[in-house]
């Protein structure tokens, strides 16, 4: 059964750090596309994040680029966004989800498998 579980989310004042966690069962997660996606309250999901299997490079939008950094530990079938210099705007669920065709982007219907969410708040 494949599964995805995001968890590190919490309150974080503005300027501050969090690291979110993805763990991954039922797939080995280095051979696919894993990407990080945010929701804030009446607004589109969007893409933060992505990783491919192909390069192992990650991409990241605009927004976030320079303040968060994608990883993977292989070896606990994880992926993880650590978010620095966190700003109101960040504030939304983030979500991570497998891509099984390993096509790299940030088109969330490409995307199989999501996790629950995790939330994150940034507010002074």
């Known amino acids: 059964q494949v599964q995805l579980v995001e968890s590190g989310g919490g309150l974080v004042q503005p300027g501050g750090s969090l690291r979110l966690s993805c763990a991954a069962s039922?797939?080995?997660?280095?051979?696919?596309?894993i990407g990080w996606f945010r929701q804030a309250p009446g607004k589109e999901r969007e893409g933060v994040s992505c990783v491919s299997s192909r390069d192992g490079r990650p991409y990241y939008a605009n927004s976030v680029k320079g303040r968060f950094t994608l990883s993977r530990d292989n070896a606990k079938n994880t992926v993880y966004l650590q978010m620095n210099s966190l700003k109101p705007e960040d504030t939304a669920v983030y979500y991570c989800?497998?891509?099984?065709?390993?096509?790299?982007?940030?088109?969330?219907?490409?995307?199989?498998?999501w996790g629950q969410g995790t939330q994150v708040t940034v507010s002074s």
């Open positions: 039922g797939f080995t997660l280095p051979y696919y596309t």
């Open positions: 989800a497998a891509d099984l065709a390993d096509r790299l982007g940030f088109d969330r219907y490409e995307y199989d498998y």
